[in-house]
C-alpha cells in the first residue's frame, strides 16, 4: 500500500512575456519609484514595473495532489502470481488573483479591482490485472510468460470566474453583483464565467514472454492492444508488438579472453503507440450562438473522424564491453525511430470555414548513436574515483508526408534564391528526406559607414523589407548592408539563404563521482553543439522594439556598434527606435523560412552559435558511520548539499543556451538551485 500527499505553492509569475520579458527592458527614462517610494506603474500594463505587480497584484497559486495505490501478490501455486492494484489519483489546482486599487493619477488597467478564481479538479482511477508465471526447465532453462489488462479513467472540471469594480482591497473572494449602473448605464461587473468537462478512458491488454538460457541467451516478446476513448470506433484499438534479444558472449565457454570481462550484443525492435488528441478533434467543437431574436448552437472546429494512433517504432542495436574486471566500461548504442501518422494540424486556406484540421501527416525519422564510457580511475579500501562519459548524436529527418503535387510533397516553406543552380527552389518547411529544423535568414555584408555610401546603394536596391516609412526614407549610415542573394536590385523573400539548425546535433555530458570513507563527492557537466539562437532580447533592445517601451542595452554604447558617421568595420547597425514601426527593419526583421517571431531577429549578426559547457552540478554527502546511527534506533542517516546550474562556458551572449526552438525572447534562464537536506531510515 502507498499513500503520498503533496501541496505546491510555487512563487507564480501571471504573465511571463509581460512581466519578464518586456519588464526587463523598460527604458530607463521611466522611474522605478515615484518620490514616496511607491512604484510607478512602468510604460503600460502590458509592459509592467515589476515592483508595481507585487505591491497591487495578489497571486496565490496552489496545487494539492493525493495519489493512492493498493497492490496485491498472491501466489497460486509455485510460480504463478496473480497481481493486482488500483490506484486512485486526486489533483486540485486553484488560482486566485485579485489587483487592488491603484492611483487615480496613473496609467488605469483596462479593469478596475479585477478579481479572477480558476479551479481544476481532476481524478484519475487506474485497475491493472496481471498474471505471471516462473518456471525453469531443467537448470539453465528460464521463462516468465505475462498477461494482464489495465483500465484507466481520467476525469476534470474546470471552473472560470472573474469580476471588476470591487469595493475594498480586503476582500479577494468575488462578491460583487452582476450588474452595475455608471453614468445611467447598466454594465457587467462579470469578466469571466466558463465551465469545462472532460474525460477520458483508455484499456489495454497485454502479453509478455522472457526467456533466459544460463545467461547467456536472452529473448522477451511482447504485445500490447491499446484503446483510447477519444478516437472514433472504427480507430480506437491498435496493436503494438516488440521483441528483444541478447547474447553474452563472455558467458560462452570458448570466451577465453581476459581483459574483457563483459560482453554482450542485445537488439531490439518493437512499436509503440501516442493518442495525443482531444475528443473534439474526432467528434467535433460546438459553441452556443445568440443571432437576431433566435439562439442555436455553431460548429467551433472541424473535426476529422478518421484521425488514427500515431506509431513510433524504434529499432535499436547495442553492445555492451567490460575490461579488466569492469574497470573500464562502453556501451554502443545505434536506434532508429521511425514515427508515422503523426497527429499534427493541417493548415487550410484563408477561404475555409476554419483555419485548420487535424489529422494525420507523414512519418519522421529519428536516427542516431549513443556512446556511454565509464572509467574506474581509483578504486581502493577509502577511496574510488570513477568518471562516466556520454556522447550522443542525433538527426531528424522527413521520410513521407501525403501527397500534394509540390517537389517533395513539401508542406510551408517558401521560394528562394540557390547560388548554386541560379534558380528559385524551395526550401523550408517540411519535405521528404529533409532534416527538420532548418533556420533561414538575411545575410549581413556590413554597416554603412556614411551618409554617400548608403545613398549609393539605394541608387542600385530597393529594401522591400523595411518598414513603408523605412523604404521611402531608403538607407542611411549605421544600417546594414543586407545580401541581394539574387543580385535583382531588390531585398525581399527570395533572398533568405540557410543559417544553421534550431536542435542540436551532438550532445552529451561527463560526471566524476570521488568516494573517501563515508564522504561522496559529485561533479557533472553536459555540453550540446550545432545549433544556433537568435538573440530577440537584444535584437528588440537595439531597435527598440517599439517607439519607446525597451531600454538600451550595454552593446548600445560598445566597440561593436556604429555610433557615428565614418565608422568602419562594426558588427552591429545603430541603435535605432521603432526599427520595426518606422525604421530600417536591421534587428526587428522576420523571414519566412527563419524564427518569424516578433521577439526575435533574423538577420545573421543576431543570429548566434548555441553551444555550450554546462556546469550542471556540485554534490557533496556524508554516510554517518552506522554505529553512530545505532544510537537513535536508525538504519542509516545521509546528509547531503547540492548546487544546481553554476554556469557556462559559451560565446552565445543571450540569455539561455539551452534553447533549442531557434528563440531566445528574454526571460529567465535556468535558476541556479541550492538544496541541503538529509535522509534518515529507521
Not at 336 to 345: F, M, P, Q
Not at 516 to 527: H, L, P, Q, T, W
Not at 593 to 619: H, Q, V, W
Request: overall charge positive; aromatic content about 12%; proline content about 4%.
Amino acid at each position: 500500500m502507498m499513500v503520498n500527499y503533496q501541496n505546491i505553492q510555487p512563487n507564480y509569475v501571471a504573465a511571463f512575456v509581460n512581466e519578464l520579458a518586456r519588464g526587463t527592458r523598460i527604458t530607463p527614462l521611466i522611474r522605478i519609484f515615484k518620490d514616496n517610494g511607491d512604484p510607478t506603474p512602468g510604460e503600460l500594463y502590458t509592459v509592467p514595473n515589476r515592483f508595481h505587480t507585487l505591491k497591487y497584484d495578489n497571486t496565490n497559486v496552489s496545487t494539492e495532489q493525493f495519489i493512492s495505490r493498493l497492490a496485491g501478490d498472491w501466489t497460486i501455486i509455485k510460480g504463478l502470481h496473480y497481481k493486482p492494484s488500483v490506484s486512485y489519483l486526486a489533483k486540485d489546482y486553484r488560482y486566485l488573483y485579485m489587483r487592488k486599487g491603484t492611483p487615480a493619477n496613473e496609467i488605469q488597467p483596462s479593469t478596475q479591482r479585477q478579481k479572477n478564481e480558476s479551479t481544476t479538479n481532476t481524478r484519475q482511477t487506474m485497475i491493472d490485472q496481471i498474471l505471471q508465471y516462473d518456471f525453469n526447465v531443467k537448470e539453465d532453462h528460464h521463462f516468465t510468460l505475462l498477461g494482464g489488462f489495465n483500465y484507466t479513467r481520467n476525469t476534470g472540471n474546470t471552473i472560470n470566474i472573474g469580476s471588476q469594480r470591487a469595493t475594498n482591497d480586503y476582500i479577494s473572494t468575488i462578491s460583487e453583483p452582476p450588474n452595475t449602473t455608471i453614468n445611467g448605464v447598466t454594465t457587467t461587473n462579470v469578466t469571466d464565467f466558463s465551465t469545462s468537462l472532460t474525460e477520458t478512458r483508455s484499456a489495454s491488454y497485454f502479453g509478455q514472454f522472457n526467456y533466459d538460457y544460463d545467461g547467456r541467451y536472452l529473448l522477451s516478446g511482447a504485445l500490447r492492444y491499446d484503446g483510447f476513448s477519444n478516437f472514433a470506433p472504427e480507430n480506437k484499438y491498435a496493436l503494438f508488438p516488440s521483441v528483444a534479444a541478447g547474447w553474452n558472449i563472455a558467458r560462452e565457454k570458448f570466451w577465453h579472453i581476459e581483459p574483457i570481462s563483459t560482453f554482450k550484443l542485445r537488439a531490439s525492435w518493437g512499436q509503440a503507440g501516442n493518442n495525443d488528441l482531444n475528443i473534439t478533434d474526432t467528434y467535433g467543437n460546438y459553441s452556443s450562438n445568440t443571432y437576431a431574436l433566435g439562439s442555436g448552437i455553431t460548429r467551433a472546429n472541424l473535426s476529422n473522424p478518421n484521425l488514427k494512433w500515431e506509431a513510433t517504432t524504434t529499432t535499436d542495436l547495442a553492445t555492451e564491453i567490460s575490461f579488466f574486471k569492469d574497470k573500464l566500461s562502453l556501451i554502443v548504442d545505434y536506434y532508429n525511430k521511425v514515427t508515422s501518422d503523426r497527429l499534427a494540424s493541417k493548415p487550410l486556406p484563408s477561404e475555409a470555414p476554419f483555419a485548420s484540421i487535424p489529422y494525420n501527416n507523414g512519418s519522421l525519422r529519428n536516427r542516431g548513436v549513443e556512446v556511454e564510457l565509464s572509467y574506474a580511475t581509483i578504486k581502493s579500501r577509502s577511496f574510488s574515483w570513477t568518471t562516466n562519459l556520454s556522447f550522443a548524436i542525433n538527426k531528424t529527418v522527413v521520410t513521407k508526408l501525403p501527397a500534394n503535387g509540390r517537389a517533395k510533397n513539401r508542406q510551408g516553406g517558401d521560394l528562394i534564391w540557390n547560388a548554386k543552380s541560379k534558380q528559385l527552389v524551395e526550401a523550408g518547411g517540411y519535405a521528404e528526406g529533409e532534416r527538420v529544423g532548418a533556420l533561414y535568414g538575411y545575410k549581413v555584408r556590413g554597416v554603412f559607414s556614411t551618409d554617400a555610401e548608403a545613398a549609393a546603394w539605394n541608387a542600385k536596391v530597393k529594401d522591400n523589407l523595411a518598414s513603408p516609412s523605412g523604404i521611402t526614407v531608403g538607407k542611411h549610415a549605421g544600417d546594414f548592408i543586407f545580401q541581394d542573394t539574387n543580385g535583382d536590385g531588390i531585398i525581399d523573400s527570395k533572398d533568405q539563404v540557410f543559417m544553421g539548425w534550431r536542435t542540436p546535433s551532438i550532445m552529451g555530458g561527463m560526471q566524476n563521482t570521488f568516494t573517501y570513507k563515508g564522504f561522496s563527492f559529485r561533479v557533472a557537466m553536459d555540453f550540446s553543439l550545432g545549433h544556433i539562437i537568435s538573440n530577440g532580447a537584444l535584437a528588440r533592445s537595439l531597435g527598440q522594439g517599439r517607439a519607446y517601451n525597451e531600454g538600451a542595452p550595454k552593446t548600445a554604447l560598445g566597440s561593436d556598434i556604429w555610433q557615428k558617421e565614418g565608422d568602419v568595420g562594426k558588427k552591429y547597425a545603430r541603435f535605432s527606435f521603432a526599427d520595426y514601426d518606422f525604421g530600417q527593419r536591421n534587428y526587428l526583421r522576420n523571414a519566412t523560412l527563419g524564427t518569424n517571431n516578433s521577439y526575435s531577429s533574423d538577420a545573421s549578426p543576431m543570429l548566434e552559435k548555441g553551444d555550450f559547457l554546462a556546469f550542471r552540478e556540485i554534490a557533496l554527502s556524508y554516510e554517518l558511520a552506522p554505529s553512530l546511527v545505532k544510537k537513535i534506533r536508525a538504519s542509516s542517516l545521509n546528509i547531503f548539499a547540492s548546487v544546481n546550474n553554476l554556469g557556462y562556458i559559451t560565446k552565445y551572449t543571450g540569455f539561455n543556451p539551452e534553447t533549442y526552438t531557434g528563440v531566445d525572447g528574454g526571460g529567465y534562464p535556468r535558476p541556479r538551485q541550492y538544496s541541503l537536506g538529509a535522509t534518515l531510515k529507521f
